[in-house]
Each structure stands twice: as structure tokens, then as C-alpha cells.
């Protein structure tokens, strides 16, 4: 059993869970993702990591609030205990002195990608974050990458807060301006997708962190299976970093919906059993 | 296919010879004599019927009863020279547990089997024993039909079970030397056990939330309950074995941290855990599964009782297993239980060259699986949501024998075909896991992804690191790891010892 330290909404839908897991905390690295349950009868969820301690032996995540098994997350409190927290698993995210970097984050990204964000500033690269949001108050964590970051900015569909675009219009105007080395993105499908197309044209090297189903994250089960770099690529082991312009997104998005219909359903017999 | 019938040791011989030549043992063998003990038939052991339990995911064999265990052990001659303790890859020393059984002393006999095996109850259910103990059985040989030699080994694991607490062996003086185990399958906790039974300080890291590897994400419930594994690892944890979950070695913790902890012996048996794919269009479409997913969301996620479980897994009306080993055997009478209309086994030979048990077969055709033999899949098609929708596959007939022996299927011309399946599930084999040998320098791996191990003392090429079952072998068979972990663990308490 792993015990929770804290869990809480960081903005609406958002949340953050610290947990103690103290060999995970020692091993982490940047790009690597922990798998957990919230319950005996939970759903194995994969979650990046976006934050550990090693002294204190504990590992924070940031998470979307969607299905069943992350609203039952999103209820844990601290000293609570959750069944299973495994991790870090995946291959790290390269870390070098690449020149200018710019993180293109959204959603949970983030979070996630906080830890790579640290990791580059401290490897000496010019970093410049790009963070996307529906609108300005579900933006957090934008004080850690200020304090890496040479710029910061913000894309959000609130006019008054980068005036409404999305990040690929940021993106495209941003690389008029800059010459760029390389891309990192985190986030979701979507986000990630126009990232690497934004980008596509000019050949900058553009990487993603792929967020596919996954079961055991140990290579054992191929549920996260993918088609990158023009192979079929198992993410938990693989990955979770790919070349983006390199993935076959529509396969990608098809096999992130497989049960949307189970999804819905149980989470309907959740709701009705758990709310007042 | 029959294993080699394996050397016993000058030891084991002795063993033998001695408890053959107990007093009580001998005036058994007079009465009754072996004229009537051949006379018998072999005891049936009761199923449910296959309507009912194709249905659900309870147990399909009920095991014997003590009268017909009785009766059972009855036909074993006691033979002087015993064909089946050659065919054991554990050395179970089998007519003593059998007489024990016709003597009515069912506790001793789970004993007897457990100074070899320590999984009995998991053995007596998922070993091949038609093509081990029972094909080299002189009764076979002499009348035609073998003793039912597992359907025993299972009855007395059962009845020591639910008789009440299980009996420790006497166990030595903690040694305190500390050996880490990698892998909760059949061969780490048989490692596991005999390594707790010297005395040895033994941890197993596992990386799953629950023990039993393959035993608990890929063997169904209906062939083995969870509870007789979760039984046969509480015994082992009695036993002094110390099991860590969710610790994935090699990403947890190196195989260096370990050894920094103090760790001075390993075992690695962390499996095939590696599906392999055929490589054709449309194999990761929504539908396509491996079997180790199909099977893991089952089993060990439980998604047959969804959504009370979380998990989800689908259901289909039309369900394609490719392949005709006992995953895919475990696979297509899954997907029936999920109420599957037509489920269908897929296989590019023939019957006669299928790998799965006949009883697993028998029991497949009982539910209503249909075979298609001399198929093979070559492509799969889905609708516009990227759902499988279609197989197309080709014909084949046998050519010339391949390097296994078995003649090659070679593809009819002309003879492409399409059936509408909803569900696809690739059980083809598996490779062995490289998740932890990629972070261990110096450890020797052949071409194939496995570990390469001296066969005799399962030492690989880091001393004091030993390996067994599918991580050496590729894919073979529960019983064969449990062999492999027990020569490791013997040569792994020389090793400490010798240090």
C-alpha cells in the first residue's frame, strides 16, 4: 500500500497527488510516468510524473479529472492508502544542452513536463515555455517556468489572456522570430498532434510524450501499442518520448477511445452510487 | 510432445529405493495383487457440464472424491523401477505419495509432494502430465492407460488445503543471507520456497500488484482459481518468503541498488513477458488484442465483472484466438465465457500439430469453440472508428517438416477468404521480457532475448546470478520453470555456502 500525502484540485478538473514512495522518488527521472489504483477494484492508470522529493521520499502528479478511476483519485486524502504505485517506468526524456527549447505544454502537460522544463534549464539551454489553457484561470505552475524560462507565454481562448489563440498560432509566430533546436511537448493527443504539425514544416525536431492505454507498463500486455518512427512501438517501454512527427496520430486517437462507451457507462453507475 | 525423460541423480535413486523398500510398502504391493490393481479402470474426474460452465468463470473440473483418489491410487503398481519420477521435471517422488493415497494417509502425501514441489495444487491442474509423468508410466506401457498421476497430485493439494492449517516442514536456522528473487511466476516462487526452506533470507520483487506472474494474469479462473494460488503463496509466505509488490527491478530499484542492499544471491524469472504480433495490416486496430492483454484485463483486472471492476474488456459476438497453444485454448473459451456467439480457434497447421493439452482441446471443443486449422490471418479491416470489423486469411496445407519437426503450412493460392469478427486476440507466443537484462551489464543474452544459463547449474554469466523458465527458455511450460528454479536454488545455496 502507498500513502497519500496530498491530493488536491489545483484548478477545476486538475489535480494534484503527492505520494510516498520513496524508491520511486530516489529513481525518478524527467519524461517517466508511475502507474496506480486507487482501489482493490481500480483500473490500472498511468499518471507522469510531474514532481518527486527523494529526501522527503515522495512523488507528485498532476491529473485530468475524467473517468471513474481519476474521479475516485481526485476523493483520496492525505493518509489515505491506494493499493497499488508503481514506478518510475518508461524511458526518461533526453536531457542535453540543445540550444533554445521550447516546451509546449497543455493540461496535465504542465505538470508533467515540469521536470524536464528543470531539468534542460539546469543543462544551460534557453528555454522558452508555451502553455496552453481554455481560459486563464485553469493556469498553474506558470511561476516554476517562469523562473526557467527567458520567455513565457501564454495561449488561451480568454481574449484577454494571449489574446485568444491557440498554441500553434503561437507556436508558428514564435518560430518567425526564433531559431529553435528542438521542441518538447506534453499534453493532450490533440494538443501534442498540432504541436508536431505546427512545427513539421520548418523540421524541428519535435518531441511527444505519448499518453495511450495502458495495463502492466512493464511491455508484458501491448495495450500502449503505437505506430512511431514507421515501426510499432509499445509506449510504456519505448517510449513514452517519440519522434512527433513521426506518429500516426489517427491510430493514436482511435485506440485512446476504445472503451469511451464502457468509460461513460461506468462512470454513470459510479456517479448514481457514490454522489448524493 | 513427450520431454525427455530426465537422469536421476544417484541420490534421488536412493531415495527411491529406500521408501520402496519399507516394510508397509511391500506388504501393500501383495494386496491386492497387481492382476486386479491392472483390472481397474482409471477413476473419471467430474466436471461441470459445458453448458454451465461456459457461462461463468468457475472451475470446470471438480476433482476426485477420497474414495475415488482411493481407487485411483489403487492401479499404481508401485513399480521398482518407476517410469514417472523420470518424467517429473521436480523429481516428485510420485509412488510414494500414490501409496500413501491408497493407505488413506492424504496428509503425508501432500508431505511427500512438497519435499520436491511446493506448488502441488497448481501443478496438479496445469501440468501437461499426459506428456510427462503419465506418458512414461509402466502401467501405460503395460495396459494402455497411465495412472491419473496429476488428477492425485491435485486431489491431495486440495484436501491438505481444506482439512485446515497447513503443516510446515521443520525449518533450519535463519542463515540471514539475503536473495533477491525477480519475478512472483512459477519459477520465482519456486525458487522463492526452496531457497526459505535452507534458511536463506528471501525477498521476491514482483512487479504486478498481485503473485503468480503468468499464473495469474494469463491462466484463467475456470483452470485455476485464484484462491488455490493465493493459498500456495500464503503457505510459502509462512514459510518465511517475503514478497514486494509494484517494484519493478531494473526501473524501481537497479539490479546494482540491489546488491548494494546487501542482496548477495539472484534469481531471475521474470518470464516471456513479450507479445509477440504477426506484423500485418490492421493489427492495431480497436479490437486486436495480444492474448497477454486479452488475458491480463480478464484475470488479473477482473474485467469479466466489469463494471463493478473498472477494467473494461470487450465483448464480442465474433471472436478470432490465432494460434493453438494452451494461451490460445485459455483465450477463445474466454471469450466465449464473455458471451461471444461464434469463438473460433485460428491455426496455421493442423490438429495433429497443435501444442495445446488435449484435455484443454476437449474441453474447447465440449464448449462449442470452433477450429479452423490450415488458417492463417493475413490482414484485418475496421469501420470507420478504427474498430475491427473483418479477418481475411489464406488457406494452407502441410509442405515438408520444418526444424521442429512438424511439416511446414504453406499458403493455398486463390484461397483468400473474409469473416466478420469483432474481437481478435494474437496468441502466437511470447518473448522473453527485456526490460531488466537491457539494465544488467555483462549478462550474457542469446539471440532470441534469453537469458543464457549453464543448464545444469542455471548460473548465467554474473556470479552469483541464476536464471530459469521462460526468461531462458523462450516460452515453455509452468512445470519445466519450476524445475529450472529448483536446480538454481540448490546451486544458489551452494553458492552461499561456499562464500
Redesign the interface.
Known sequence: M?RIIAQRRLVPNLHLIEVEAP??A??AKPGQFIIL?SDE????VPLSIADWDADRGTVTSVFLVLG??TRKLSLLKPGDEI???????GRPSEIGCFGTVVLAAGCYGLGALWPTARALFRAGNRIITLLDVKASYLLYWDDRYRAVSDRLIVASRDPGVGGGEYIPAKLEALLETEKVDRVISVGCTSLMRSVAEATRPAGIKTIVSLNPIM??G??????C???AEGK?KFAC?DGPDFDGHTIDW??LF??R???FD??I??LC??EKENLP | MAEKPIELSPELLERLRKEFGLEWRAEMRRNPPVKERMKTPRQHMPQRGASERSRDFGEVNLGLSAETAIVEARRCLDCAKPGCVSGCPVSIDIPSFIKLVEKGEFIAAAFKIKETNALPAICGRVCPQESQCETVCNLKKAAGIPVAIGNLERFVADYERTAGEVALPALPPSTGRKVAIIGAGPAGLTAAGELAKKGHAVTVFE???EPGGVLI?GIPEFRLPKAILKAEVEYLKRLGVNIR????VG????FDDLKTAGYEAFFIGTGA???N?M?IPG????GV??A??YL??VNL??AYD???????VFRAKNAAVIGGGNVAMDGVRTARRLGAERAMIIYRRSRHEMPAREEEVGHAEEEGIEFHFLTVPIRYDGDE???LKSMTCLRMELGEPDASGRRRPVPVPGSEFTAPIDLAVVAIGQSP???LLETMSGLKVGKWGTIEVDPATMATSLPGVYAGGDITRGGATVILAMGDARAAAASIDAFLNSR
Not at chain 2, 466489469?306 to 473494461?312: A, G, I, K, R
Open positions: 502507498a524508491e520511486t530516489r529513481a489504483m477494484k481500480g483500473e490500472r471513474t478511476a493499493p497499488v504505485y508503481v514506478g518510475p517506468l495495463v502492466d512493464t511491455g508484458m500486455c501491448g495495450a501499442r503505437c505506430t510499432t517501454v489517427d491510430e482511435l485506440r477511445k476504445s472503451y464502457d468509460e457507462r461506468a453507475r459510479w | 512487479a504486478l500488484h494474469y509488490y509494484n517494484f519493478v526501473k524501481t530499484a537497479t513477458g513479450l507479445p504480433f506484423k493489427e492495431n486496430l480497436v488484442y495480444s497477454n492483454e491480463t484485463r483486472m477482473r466489469f463494471p463493478n471492476y473498472d477494467t473494461p472508428y478504427g474498430r521480457n527485456p526490460l
